[in-house]
Structure formats: C-alpha cells, structure tokens
C-alpha cells in the first residue's frame, strides 16, 4: 500500500503544475483583459447562475474523483496482468482486505445510516441556500417587452446555444432527440464486457472518452450560453461589458458560395441553380460522414504513445506516420467483438451529434459559413 | 402481585363477618386500593413501550438488537426501506465509489414533492392570479419566501446530481450487462427530471419564465413535418393553429393555457410519469443484482473468447488485415507495421 502512495503522489505532480498554471493564467487574464468587473460580478452572482458557478468546481471535483480510482485500479490490473499467480489470489480491488473479513455488510444500520446522513447535509444545504439566496422574480410576463438577452433555463443552455450553429429543426428538435436515444443505445454499441463494476480507463479508454466528449461539451455549451452570449446573443468575452448597442459584423455565407466565388470560371451556377445547390450540399453532408466514420475507425485503434518512443532514426513525416499508425491491440479484440449493427449505429450518432457539432461551431465561429447544405426546404 | 381485593379467602371472610364489620366506606377503600395498584401495574409496564400491543402492532422487529436476524427482518418488514437488500456488498458503502447522486436524486424528488404540495396551496394557474400569488407567496405567507427559494434550489440540485449520476454509472461501466435496460429507464427519468424543472419555469408567470417558456416552445415550431415552420411542415398543412407548438401551449402564443397546461404536467402528469419510471429504475437495480460495484477488476486475458471475430477488425487501416487472436488463447502475431514500442 505504501508504494502505491508513493506512486500516486509522484504521478499528480503534474497535474499540479497544470492547476498552478491554470491560476496564474486565471489572475493574468483577470488583470490584463477584464475590462467590466461589475459585468462579471453581475452573471456569476445572480441566483439562478449559483448552480453553473458549482458545475464549475463540481464536475471536475467529480472527474478527478473518478479519474483517480481509475487509475489506482489501471494500476492493479497492469500489476495482476503481469502476475498471473497474484490474480489467482488477489481479492482484485483497490480497497483494504483481510482474510476473514465479511464479504457482506447488514444494509441496517451500515447503509441506511448513510442515506440518513446523506439526507440531512442536502437538507442542511438547502436551508442555508434558500436562507441566504432568492429565487429570481421578474417583473409580470409581458409579451410586448422581449427580454435580453432572453435565455432558456441553464440546462436547456447548450440546446440554444446550438441554434447558433444550426436551424431550429436540428438545433431543437433532431438533435436533442439525437442526443436521447443515443444516450439510450450507449450499453448496447458497447461490446466491452470488461470494466463492469469498477473505475477503469485503461480498459474503457474509447468508451468514456466518447461519454466525456458528450458530456463535457454539453457543459462547456452551458457555460457559452451562461457567462458569454450577451444582448442580441453576441458573443462576449468574461470580463467585456454587456454592450445593448452592440453590433457585429457577420458574413454569414454559405460554402456553395464560397466555392462558386474560389473556383476560376463557370461555377457560378452553383450559386444559383437550386438543384446544383442541393446536390452540392448533400455531397459534402455525405463526405463529412464518410470523413467522421474514418476518423472514429482511427481514433477507436489508435494506440496513443509517446512520440520520443517512435523511432528517432526515422524522417520525421514518417515518424508521425508511424505514430499514428500505432495500432492499439486490445481495441482490435474489441472491435473483432462488435457487430455490424453495433458499429454502424455507433458511428452514426458519433458523426452527427459528437463531430457535427465541433465542426459546425468551427465552420461558423472561425470560417463564418452558415450553410453547407442549401435546398428549397431544409437548410443544415 | 395480586390485588388484595380479589382474594377469595378475604373476601369469604368479609361475608362470614357480615355487615357490621365492613362498612361502606371500607369497602370503597379496599376497592380504591385495588385499583390504585392495578393502575400502578400497567403504568409500569407501559415504561417500556415496546413491550405494548399498540408497539408491537406497528412494529415487527426490534431495530436496536444487533443480531443479524432482527438486522435482515429491519429492512425485510419495513415498506420504506424494502427495496434494499439485507446485506450489501462490504464496498458498496463507499462514497467514493458511489458518490451517492442516485439517493439524492431521489431525496431531491421528495423534497420537491413536500415543498411543491405546500406552495400548490398558495398558488393559482390563471394569468391574474399566479403572478400575485408569487408576490403574496413572497411577502405575506410564513415561510413562504423560504417555500419557494427551496423548491427552487432543490430543482437545480436535482437536475446535477441526475448527471452526476449519470457520470458516474458510465465511469464505473456500470451501465453494462446486465443493466442496460435500467441505464434507458435512467434516461427518461433524465429527461423527466429536465422536463420537470422547465414546465415550472412558466409558472410565476415573470418575464423570466415567459420568455423561456417563449424561446423554448418556438423551437417546436420547426419540427420537422409536426410544426408549422419545420421541413415539410408547410407542405403537410401545419399552420400556427394546429402544429405540434399549437399543441404544448394550448394556443398559438404563450397565455393562459400554456399556464394551466404547464401547471397541470408539471404538479400532475410528470411526477406521475416519473413516479412510475422510478419505480421500475429501482425495482430493476435489485432486479439486475444490486449495485454493480466496487467490482473486482477483471483481466484482459479472461474476456471469453468470441466464436466469430467480426469483420470489422480486419476492414480499413488495420495493418495488413492481421485478425487479433481472440478464437484461441495463442499470442497475438507481430504486426510489422506497428512501430514497437520503445
């Protein structure tokens, strides 16, 4: 026990430095580039931010807790895998245990007194939240005087937030009805039978990485919606004074315009011919998805190593070439577990919720493209 | 002790006397006595209440005895806490392991639930009365400021620890077989609970609610083929007048039926819904064999063989199409395209 200890304090050394780093850049930004600190004050302090200002400490709390039973186990199991006779005998856990302890304990009194327990600090909670916070209450509903910015209730924030990038039918009404059912088909497209039960990373490394990639976008859009989208939606940085007068200039083109307007001569027609528009379109919603499938199919394979370790005698294109051809053979075995109808549901709600998000908030954000597909009825 | 007054021997006595020795108000006193002590019996039995028929009748079993029957038959004959088992696994307490956000999630529902039922006697859905009720709520009603505040909390609460839940049961994998049915169950109940929280949000009837409500509801408008400004909808005559919008607000703008309409999913028709999902989520977690964890770990080597590898691991970019040795328990061969590893 008392080197893993060890082990443990050695490997969050850097994880340290990191949160060092993160707080200097913390102060510096707050120092050079907060220009309105009253602004600021006003988001994080009103009532109904209270709990987005927790997410922040909460979840990666939550993430560290995790992440560090993880690795203590990944550790257990790297140490049992090259020991095949302590597996035999270990009791396979990170957890104390003697020979002659009870396997089982009486729910009564050992777990009803910590739900009883758990039941008074959240109502402890709650009293002294209610007692030093108020609900908000505006002023009565008036239909003729629009709030703004008018902002859904923080959870729903990353859906609104996605009607920036997308057009109410996908940002409302596919994508959270994409999101559902995905999260619904998650146990069946996961064919690991290993790491049921227990933190693990080592052996789930596809599946929470995907599960976090969801999870941790949906916060981030949350706090997008909370602490950055201003009057008019506009983006403003923390710091930068709510402006009601503000305005941006936005392009706000489409790719087939674009393309019409790069390539030498006799394209314009794609920038007018609704059927070409639309064939255009669907050829680049079709590559996308032939793209995203590519790199999902890598990125389940690949075996993230040290770039030091590749071979230094090698030219260094095919250095990185190797170092992402580096296959990870546990996935393989995964994979050659998984079937068809697994693997292609996976990768559809992969492409279009996991990747077409990013990309269309890049596509926007940076490149300022509203559309890539453009027909008579739906736009994407 | 008998009471002396019952003797028979002294009773016989007094009659042989007759009445010249016992008068009246002896007798009274005798009988007086007798009561008095029969009185002073049952008051002492009733020092331990435990021992009553009014105590045993509520309760089957004693909880303070430690031996592990009467442990077991505590949770076995009690509604409230049947669903647990009566032993868990030693681990499973652990907060670390758990982190204990499904318990609170559902602690969070009572607490609603309790906070809810009392501010639903101060509060009326019509658009002249909800707002000034708030107001009244707010002002006048005892604790009623600290009513509201708390299902308000509360609400926000419940919403982070369902995905903390939730985060944690993908962290552990314990979504897996063979709880992956329950792990759905879990997905509605998440959907419930934000459903929950947003139809309450129209209820003060503020500008705050009412523009949510507004910025929330006008994205139905564009459902596909449901909604009068979605793809298709048009074509298939959706108007703002019978759309799927039309539908949820009881009306083609945010008003008095969107009020009563909120109001009514969100005191009746949700809880309702979610009351019966969580019934089922808890029922299947015994169902699927209690908590999964803390597991022991399992080992790569022993993941059961696979009759027949799927294509898959031999289409696109696998080095050569080299098939990993999962049929048989022979080494994996070298692959000459992957760099070995230092």
Redesign the interface.
Known sequence: MATEIADRKSRFSLGYIILIALAILLVLYGVFLVDDWHQLWKITSAP?N??IV??LL?VPF??W??IR??RD?DQ??ER??KD?QL?KTH???T?PWRPG????????????R??FL??VI??V???V???L???????????N???NP???????LG??EM?VYF???I????MPSLL?VG??V???V?S?????????LK??RF??GM?GWG?FMWIILIIIGTFIRGPGWIWFWPGQNWDHNAVVFDKNRDLHEIIAGWWPAGLGWLGTNWAAKAIFGALVVGGFFIIGG?FF??LM?WKP?RFS???PSLPIHKRIW??L???D??E??L??????LQ?LTFQFFAISVLLAFPVKLLLRLVFTIKYVWVTP??NV | MEPEGSDPKVTAKQEEKGTQSTSLTARVREEGLAIKEQATEEIKNLRDPRDTQLWKSIFRVSHDRSDPRNRSLAILSNVFLHLHPAKINRDAVRYNFTWGMGGITFYLFIVLTFTGVLLMFYYHPTKVQAFRDILYLEHDVPFGKLLRNMHRWAAHLMIITTWLHMFRVVLTGSYKRPREFNWCVGVVLLVLTMLLSFTGYLLPDDQLGFWAVTVGTNMARATPMLGSEGPFGPQLGMTPFNDVRFGLLGGSVVDANALLRSYIWHCIGIPLVASIFMAVHFWRIRKDGGISGPAPVQLEAEMKPVKKPSVLVTLMGNGNGAKPQVTTGAKPKEEKRVTPVS
């Open positions: 109904d209270v709990p927790a997410l909460i939550f993430t807790l995790g039973q993880a186990n257990l199991i049992l895998e095949p597996a009791h396979r856990k957890l302890w009870a396997r089982e304990l009486h729910v009564w009194p050992f777990l009803v910590i739900e758990a039941a959240v109502t909670i709650l009293f939240w209610s007692i916070l108020d609900a908000p209450l505006e002023e009565p509903a008036n239909p005087l629009t709030m008018s902002k859904a209730p923080w959870y729903f859906l609104q009607l057009d109410p039918w940002a409302g009404v596919v559902i999260l619904m998650f146990p069946y996961d690991n039978p290993l790491g049921n039960g227990y933190y693990s052996q789930r599946a929470v599960f999870f590519l199919h890598w394979l190593t370790r590749i071979d190797k170092w051809t580096t296959w053979e546990f393989k075995k994979l050659a577990r998984t079937s068809l693997y009825w739906f």
